[in-house]
């Protein structure tokens, strides 16, 4: 099982970018798929997770702004990033919380993480 994130890159403020992440492997179930971002010198911290029901919950730094959304045949997230601000500069990961087959338990699996640089 492996989560592969694109999408990253150098934007200026109140640009766009959108994120992908694709997972791939033989999984039994999802639970959610989402993101986190960690910029230099701070703590990990959730920005947006999608539930396998659709259900979304979002970093109150980025309502209104960004946007996760799935698709479940690909087993793909997406967060689209819009009105950009200096301070969503991170590395953002990709992350699912799932269960293997013949396994009873769920773990969140990783991403490598994608580069995100807004610049002012």
């Known amino acids: 099982v492996q989560l592969q994130a694109f999408g990253g890159g150098l934007v200026q403020a109140g640009g766009s970018l959108r994120l992908s992440c694709e997972l791939s492997?033989?999984?039994?179930?999802?639970?959610?798929m989402g993101w986190h971002r960690q910029a230099p010198g701070k703590q990990r911290e959730l920005v947006a997770l999608?539930?396998?029901?659709?259900?979304?919950n979002y970093a109150d730094s980025v309502k209104g702004r960004f946007t996760v959304s799935r698709d479940s045949a690909k087993n793909t997230v997406y967060l689209q990033m819009s009105s950009l601000k200096p301070e969503d500069t991170a590395v953002y990961y990709c992350?699912?919380?799932?269960?293997?087959?013949?396994?009873?338990?769920?773990?969140?699996?990783w991403g490598q993480g994608t580069q995100v640089t807004v610049s002012s």
């Open positions: 992350n699912a919380d799932i269960r293997r087959y013949r396994s009873t338990a769920f773990y969140t699996e």
């Open positions: 492997g033989s999984i039994y179930s999802l639970r959610f």
């Open positions: 999608i539930t396998a029901g659709g259900s979304t």
